[in-house]
C-alpha cells in the first residue's frame, strides 16, 4: 500500500475509531514504515500511560488492501485499551529483573502471549458488534 493512500484512510477513520473504542481523548499519532522481507508483522503501538500518548507504526510493505490497513489499525487501537495491564507488567517487570532475573523471559513469554489474546478477543467483539449492526 502507498503512503498517500494509508494517510487518506487514517485520516478518514482515526478520530471515529478511538471515539467508539472510549480513548478519543489519548493523542494517536500514525506513522508508516516498513520492514524487512521476512517479517510479518503489521504494526506496533508504543505508548505513554502518564501522558495518554500512543503512536501507532504500521508497516506498509506488510499491508495489502484498505481493509486490512483498517483491521490493523483496529488492533493497535486495541492495544491502547490494554493500557492499564501494560502499566502493571511494566512495575512486575522491573520487581523481577531486581529480585528474580532468570524469571524475567518466562513472565515476559506468557505476558505478551496473554496480551495478544486479549486484542484478539477485542477483535472478535468488535467484529459481532458490527456484524450484529448489519455493516
Keep these: 500500500m502507498e503512503v498517500k493512500e494509508a494517510e487518506k ?3 478518514e477513520n482515526l ?3 478511538t ?5 478519543g481523548h489519548w493523542a494517536v499519532t500514525v506513522d508508516f514504515a516498513t520492514t524487512g522481507s ?7 503501538c508504543d ?7 500512543a503512536r501507532i507504526t504500521l508497516y506498509l510493505n506488510n499491508i495489502k488492501s484498505e481493509e486490512m490497513l483498517l483491521r490493523v489499525l483496529r488492533h493497535e487501537l486495541f492495544h491502547i485499551l490494554h493500557h ?3 502499566e502493571m507488567i511494566a ?4 520487581f523481577i529483573l531486581d529480585q528474580k532475573p532468570e524469571f ?21 467483539m468488535h467484529r459481532g458488534h458490527l456484524e450484529a449492526k448489519g455493516k
Design 9 to 11: 484512510i487514517i485520516k
Design 15 to 17: 478520530d471515529d475509531l
Design 19 to 23: 471515539d467508539m473504542f472510549g480513548i
Design 38 to 44: 521476512d517479517s510479518y508483522q503489521t504494526g506496533i
Design 47 to 53: 505508548q505513554d500511560f502518564k501522558y495518554e500518548t
Design 84 to 86: 492499564p495491564f501494560n
Design 91 to 94: 512495575s512486575i517487570d522491573a
Design 104 to 124: 524475567f523471559s518466562i513472565v515476559e513469554s506468557l505476558w505478551v502471549s496473554a496480551q495478544e489474546k486479549m486484542v484478539k478477543n477485542l477483535e472478535r
